[in-house]
Protein backbone atom coordinates (compact mmCIF):
# COMPACT_ATOMS: atom_id res chain seq x y z
CA UNK A 1 0.00 0.00 0.00
CA UNK A 2 1.35 3.76 -1.31
CA UNK A 3 2.43 5.66 1.59
CA UNK A 4 4.36 8.60 2.53
CA UNK A 5 6.55 10.08 5.56
CA UNK A 6 5.69 13.27 7.10
CA UNK A 7 7.89 15.84 9.49
CA UNK A 8 7.30 19.20 10.42
CA UNK A 9 10.63 20.98 11.06
CA UNK A 10 10.33 23.62 13.73
CA UNK A 11 13.56 25.77 13.69
CA UNK A 12 13.25 27.79 17.21
CA UNK A 13 15.32 30.45 19.52
CA UNK A 14 13.87 31.69 22.57
CA UNK A 15 10.18 30.68 21.93
CA UNK A 16 9.41 29.66 25.76
CA UNK A 17 5.98 31.67 25.18
CA UNK A 18 4.94 30.04 21.66
CA UNK A 19 6.74 26.72 20.96
CA UNK A 20 4.36 24.52 22.64
CA UNK A 21 0.99 25.97 20.90
CA UNK A 22 2.98 25.45 18.12
CA UNK A 23 3.49 21.80 18.54
CA UNK A 24 0.58 20.86 19.73
CA UNK A 25 -1.64 22.97 16.65
CA UNK A 26 0.68 20.99 13.90
CA UNK A 27 0.26 17.75 15.84
CA UNK A 28 -3.50 18.40 15.44
CA UNK A 29 -3.74 19.59 11.94
CA UNK A 30 -1.47 16.60 10.96
CA UNK A 31 -2.03 13.78 13.51
CA UNK A 32 0.82 11.28 11.50
CA UNK A 33 3.68 13.86 10.93
CA UNK A 34 6.64 13.60 13.35
CA UNK A 35 7.18 17.30 14.45
CA UNK A 36 10.79 18.17 14.95
CA UNK A 37 11.82 21.20 17.01
CA UNK A 38 15.12 22.17 16.65
CA UNK A 39 16.72 24.35 19.25
CA UNK A 40 19.18 27.38 18.71
CA UNK A 41 20.49 27.15 21.50
CA UNK A 42 17.39 28.72 23.44
CA UNK A 43 18.18 29.67 26.92
CA UNK A 44 14.43 30.22 27.90
CA UNK A 45 13.43 26.33 28.04
CA UNK A 46 11.74 26.19 24.88
CA UNK A 47 13.26 22.94 24.08
CA UNK A 48 12.09 21.09 27.46
CA UNK A 49 8.51 22.96 26.26
CA UNK A 50 8.81 21.41 22.42
CA UNK A 51 9.44 17.74 24.56
CA UNK A 52 6.53 17.99 26.62
CA UNK A 53 4.34 18.98 23.87
CA UNK A 54 4.78 15.43 22.13
CA UNK A 55 8.00 16.83 19.42
CA UNK A 56 11.33 15.26 18.54
CA UNK A 57 14.07 17.77 19.69
CA UNK A 58 17.57 18.22 19.17
CA UNK A 59 19.66 21.23 19.61
CA UNK A 60 21.90 23.07 17.54
CA UNK A 61 25.02 24.95 19.01
CA UNK A 62 25.95 27.66 15.82
CA UNK A 63 23.32 30.16 15.91
CA UNK A 64 21.27 31.34 12.94
CA UNK A 65 18.37 30.28 11.19
CA UNK A 66 20.63 28.81 8.30
CA UNK A 67 22.75 26.78 10.09
CA UNK A 68 19.08 24.89 11.70
CA UNK A 69 17.83 24.54 8.41
CA UNK A 70 21.00 22.65 7.54
CA UNK A 71 20.71 20.25 10.12
CA UNK A 72 17.01 19.86 9.76
CA UNK A 73 17.96 19.07 5.89
CA UNK A 74 20.54 16.59 6.92
CA UNK A 75 19.14 14.91 9.96
CA UNK A 76 15.25 14.25 9.11
CA UNK A 77 14.08 11.58 6.97
CA UNK A 78 11.00 12.00 5.01
CA UNK A 79 8.98 11.94 1.97
CA UNK A 80 7.14 15.16 2.72
CA UNK A 81 8.81 18.44 4.65
CA UNK A 82 6.76 20.87 6.28
CA UNK A 83 8.98 23.80 7.68
CA UNK A 84 7.36 26.23 10.35
CA UNK A 85 8.61 29.14 12.28
CA UNK A 86 8.25 28.15 16.09
CA UNK A 87 6.76 32.03 16.48
CA UNK A 88 3.03 30.89 16.45
CA UNK A 89 2.31 33.80 13.32
CA UNK A 90 1.16 31.12 10.72
CA UNK A 91 -2.33 29.02 10.68
CA UNK A 92 -1.99 25.21 10.92
CA UNK A 93 -5.35 24.98 9.81
CA UNK A 94 -3.39 25.27 6.12
CA UNK A 95 -0.91 23.06 6.49
CA UNK A 96 -3.15 20.12 4.80
CA UNK A 97 -3.03 22.44 1.64
CA UNK A 98 0.33 22.93 1.83
CA UNK A 99 0.97 18.74 2.15
CA UNK A 100 -1.38 18.03 -0.58
CA UNK A 101 0.10 20.12 -3.04
CA UNK A 102 3.56 18.45 -2.91
CA UNK A 103 1.55 15.63 -2.68
CA UNK A 104 0.05 16.59 -6.42
CA UNK A 105 3.34 16.89 -7.61
CA UNK A 106 5.08 20.47 -6.71
CA UNK A 107 8.47 20.11 -5.17
CA UNK A 108 8.24 23.84 -3.43
CA UNK A 109 4.62 25.13 -1.89
CA UNK A 110 5.23 28.78 -0.26
CA UNK A 111 2.65 30.25 2.24
CA UNK A 112 1.90 33.39 0.78
CA UNK A 113 1.45 35.17 4.43
CA UNK A 114 -1.60 37.52 4.00
CA UNK A 115 -2.05 40.01 7.65
CA UNK A 116 -5.15 38.89 9.57
CA UNK A 117 -4.13 41.84 12.28
CA UNK A 118 -2.72 45.75 11.89
CA UNK A 119 0.50 44.70 13.88
CA UNK A 120 1.20 41.25 11.73
CA UNK A 121 4.25 43.05 9.73
CA UNK A 122 6.34 45.31 11.59
CA UNK A 123 7.17 49.01 10.32
CA UNK A 124 8.56 48.82 6.95
CA UNK A 125 8.67 44.59 6.62
CA UNK A 126 5.98 44.69 4.43
CA UNK A 127 7.26 47.05 1.76
CA UNK A 128 10.66 45.61 2.20
CA UNK A 129 9.88 42.28 1.30
CA UNK A 130 7.66 43.54 -1.68
CA UNK A 131 10.86 45.37 -2.45
CA UNK A 132 12.92 42.17 -2.24
CA UNK A 133 10.25 40.24 -4.01
CA UNK A 134 10.21 42.29 -6.91
CA UNK A 135 14.07 42.87 -7.10
CA UNK A 136 14.79 38.65 -7.30
CA UNK A 137 11.73 38.47 -9.62
CA UNK A 138 13.63 41.18 -12.34
CA UNK A 139 17.03 39.74 -11.54
CA UNK A 140 16.01 35.94 -12.27
CA UNK A 141 13.35 36.65 -15.08
CA UNK A 142 10.46 34.94 -12.86
CA UNK A 143 7.51 36.47 -10.71
CA UNK A 144 6.96 35.16 -6.68
CA UNK A 145 4.37 36.85 -4.37
CA UNK A 146 6.48 36.40 -1.09
CA UNK A 147 10.20 35.11 -1.13
CA UNK A 148 10.48 35.98 2.75
CA UNK A 149 8.16 33.48 4.34
CA UNK A 150 8.74 31.12 6.81
CA UNK A 151 6.18 28.16 5.97
CA UNK A 152 6.64 25.73 3.29
CA UNK A 153 6.28 22.87 2.36
CA UNK A 154 9.09 20.65 0.23
CA UNK A 155 9.14 17.05 -1.62
CA UNK A 156 12.06 15.01 -0.37
CA UNK A 157 13.86 15.82 -3.82
CA UNK A 158 13.93 19.54 -3.19
CA UNK A 159 15.52 18.94 0.67
CA UNK A 160 17.81 16.26 -0.15
CA UNK A 161 19.19 18.50 -3.77
CA UNK A 162 19.70 21.66 -1.60
CA UNK A 163 22.84 22.84 -0.95
CA UNK A 164 22.38 25.08 1.92
CA UNK A 165 24.96 28.00 2.32
CA UNK A 166 23.10 30.73 4.25
CA UNK A 167 23.75 30.95 7.90
CA UNK A 168 20.76 33.69 8.93
CA UNK A 169 17.43 34.97 7.52
CA UNK A 170 18.44 34.73 3.98
CA UNK A 171 17.56 31.17 3.93
CA UNK A 172 14.47 31.60 2.30
CA UNK A 173 15.86 33.59 -0.19
CA UNK A 174 18.29 30.80 -1.12
CA UNK A 175 15.58 28.06 -1.27
CA UNK A 176 13.49 30.17 -3.64
CA UNK A 177 16.42 30.72 -6.11
CA UNK A 178 17.20 27.20 -5.44
CA UNK A 179 13.89 25.95 -6.99
CA UNK A 180 13.99 28.77 -9.73
CA UNK A 181 17.84 27.79 -11.08
CA UNK A 182 16.58 23.94 -10.81
CA UNK A 183 13.36 24.63 -12.51
CA UNK A 184 11.16 22.87 -10.16
CA UNK A 185 7.62 23.00 -9.72
CA UNK A 186 6.23 25.39 -7.53
CA UNK A 187 3.04 26.60 -6.06
CA UNK A 188 2.38 29.81 -4.01
CA UNK A 189 -0.99 28.87 -1.53
CA UNK A 190 -2.58 31.95 0.69
CA UNK A 191 -2.16 31.52 4.32
CA UNK A 192 -3.13 34.21 7.05
CA UNK A 193 -0.04 35.81 8.84
CA UNK A 194 -1.14 37.03 12.15
CA UNK A 195 0.79 39.45 15.04
CA UNK A 196 3.13 37.34 17.60
CA UNK A 197 1.42 36.67 20.79
CA UNK A 198 2.24 39.43 23.61
CA UNK A 199 5.65 38.21 25.47
CA UNK A 200 7.42 37.03 22.50
CA UNK A 201 9.66 38.79 20.38
CA UNK A 202 10.88 39.05 16.83
CA UNK A 203 14.65 38.05 16.03
CA UNK A 204 14.57 39.94 13.01
CA UNK A 205 16.53 43.20 13.02
CA UNK A 206 14.59 45.16 10.27
CA UNK A 207 17.88 47.06 8.58
CA UNK A 208 20.44 44.69 9.15
CA UNK A 209 18.89 41.53 7.86
CA UNK A 210 17.20 43.35 5.51
CA UNK A 211 21.06 44.09 3.88
CA UNK A 212 21.97 40.92 4.05
CA UNK A 213 19.11 39.19 2.48
CA UNK A 214 19.70 41.85 -0.68
CA UNK A 215 23.56 40.83 -0.61
CA UNK A 216 22.34 37.46 -0.99
CA UNK A 217 20.11 38.09 -3.94
CA UNK A 218 22.89 39.82 -5.33
CA UNK A 219 25.87 37.04 -4.59
CA UNK A 220 23.20 34.22 -5.46
CA UNK A 221 23.06 36.22 -8.72
CA UNK A 222 26.87 36.13 -9.59
CA UNK A 223 26.98 32.81 -8.27
CA UNK A 224 23.58 30.88 -10.20
CA UNK A 225 24.09 33.66 -13.53
CA UNK A 226 27.29 34.95 -14.36
CA UNK A 227 27.41 35.49 -17.78
CA UNK A 228 24.37 37.99 -16.93
CA UNK A 229 26.25 39.34 -13.80
CA UNK A 230 29.75 39.98 -14.88
CA UNK A 231 28.33 40.50 -18.95
CA UNK A 232 26.11 43.92 -17.10
CA UNK A 233 29.76 44.57 -15.37
CA UNK A 234 32.09 44.01 -18.88
CA UNK A 235 29.01 46.22 -20.57
CA UNK A 236 29.24 48.63 -18.44
CA UNK A 237 33.00 49.43 -18.40
CA UNK A 238 32.82 48.75 -22.45
CA UNK A 239 30.64 51.98 -22.62
CA UNK A 240 32.31 54.10 -20.02
CA UNK A 241 35.84 53.46 -21.70
CA UNK A 242 33.81 54.11 -25.24
CA UNK A 243 32.26 57.47 -23.56
CA UNK A 244 35.86 58.35 -22.95
CA UNK A 245 37.47 57.29 -25.97
CA UNK A 246 35.47 59.71 -28.28
CA UNK A 247 37.35 63.15 -27.39
CA UNK A 248 40.92 61.28 -28.08
CA UNK A 249 39.71 60.10 -31.48
CA UNK A 250 38.67 63.37 -32.45
CA UNK A 251 41.23 65.09 -31.53
CA UNK A 252 43.89 62.66 -33.17
CA UNK A 253 41.80 62.65 -36.06
CA UNK A 254 42.37 66.15 -36.46
CA UNK A 255 46.20 66.24 -34.88
CA UNK A 256 47.38 62.36 -35.71
CA UNK A 257 48.33 63.31 -31.55
CA UNK A 258 46.81 61.68 -28.80
CA UNK A 259 47.95 64.70 -25.92
CA UNK A 260 45.61 63.26 -23.08
CA UNK A 261 47.55 60.32 -22.06
CA UNK A 262 46.12 59.50 -18.69
CA UNK A 263 42.44 59.42 -20.19
CA UNK A 264 44.03 57.16 -22.81
CA UNK A 265 45.49 54.82 -20.07
CA UNK A 266 42.52 54.88 -18.06
CA UNK A 267 40.54 53.82 -21.40
CA UNK A 268 42.89 50.79 -22.11
CA UNK A 269 42.55 49.50 -18.29
CA UNK A 270 38.57 49.92 -18.97
CA UNK A 271 38.90 47.76 -21.99
CA UNK A 272 40.89 45.15 -20.39
CA UNK A 273 38.77 45.28 -17.45
CA UNK A 274 35.91 44.82 -19.49
CA UNK A 275 37.06 41.86 -21.59
CA UNK A 276 38.27 39.99 -17.99
CA UNK A 277 34.58 40.61 -16.61
CA UNK A 278 32.92 39.23 -20.13
CA UNK A 279 35.85 36.15 -19.70
CA UNK A 280 35.07 35.71 -16.37
CA UNK A 281 31.35 35.07 -16.83
CA UNK A 282 31.82 33.05 -20.08
CA UNK A 283 34.29 30.15 -17.30
CA UNK A 284 32.04 30.90 -14.39
CA UNK A 285 28.90 30.11 -15.94
CA UNK A 286 30.61 26.28 -17.00
CA UNK A 287 31.27 26.00 -13.38
CA UNK A 288 27.73 26.97 -12.48
CA UNK A 289 26.29 24.57 -14.65
CA UNK A 290 28.30 22.27 -13.26
CA UNK A 291 26.90 22.69 -9.54
CA UNK A 292 23.58 22.71 -10.72
CA UNK A 293 24.00 19.24 -12.68
CA UNK A 294 25.31 17.94 -9.63
CA UNK A 295 22.30 19.53 -7.75
CA UNK A 296 20.03 17.48 -10.69
CA UNK A 297 21.83 14.00 -9.82
CA UNK A 298 20.78 14.51 -6.14
CA UNK A 299 17.23 15.46 -7.12
CA UNK A 300 17.24 12.53 -9.24
CA UNK A 301 18.93 10.37 -6.77
CA UNK A 302 16.22 11.49 -3.92
CA UNK A 303 12.75 10.57 -6.05
CA UNK A 304 10.95 7.70 -4.31
CA UNK A 305 10.88 4.91 -5.51
CA UNK A 306 7.24 2.90 -6.59
CA UNK A 307 4.73 2.71 -3.82
CA UNK A 308 6.81 4.47 -1.82
CA UNK A 309 5.20 8.04 -1.66
CA UNK A 310 0.93 8.68 -2.86
CA UNK A 311 0.47 10.84 -5.55
CA UNK A 312 -2.57 12.31 -3.57
CA UNK A 313 -5.95 10.98 -2.99
CA UNK A 314 -8.74 10.51 -0.49
CA UNK A 315 -7.40 7.18 0.71
CA UNK A 316 -4.05 8.62 1.31
CA UNK A 317 -5.85 11.67 2.59
CA UNK A 318 -7.33 9.85 5.02
CA UNK A 319 -4.14 7.56 6.24
CA UNK A 320 -2.00 10.44 6.83
CA UNK A 321 -4.75 12.61 8.96
CA UNK A 322 -5.65 14.90 5.98
CA UNK A 323 -8.96 16.10 5.20
CA UNK A 324 -10.41 14.50 1.67
CA UNK A 325 -10.48 16.96 -1.16
CA UNK A 326 -8.12 19.79 1.18
CA UNK A 327 -7.02 22.44 -1.32
Known amino acids: MPTFRLAVLVPCFNEAHTVRKVVEDFRRALPEAVVHVFDNASDDGTADLARSAGARVARV ?79 FGRSSRDILSGYRAFSRRFVKSFPVQSSGFEIETELTVHALQMHMPVAELATPYGERPQGSQSKLSTWKDGFRILGKIATLFARERPVAFYGNMGGGLLAVALLLSIPLLVTYAQSGLVPRFPTAILVAALLVMSALALLAGVILDSVARGRREVRFLAYLAAAPGPGELSSGGVAAERRRGLPPGSR
Open 61 to 139: PLRGKGHVVRRLFADVEADVYLLVDGDDTYSADCAPRLVRAVLDGHDMVVGVREATATGAYRAGHAWGNRALTGFLAWL
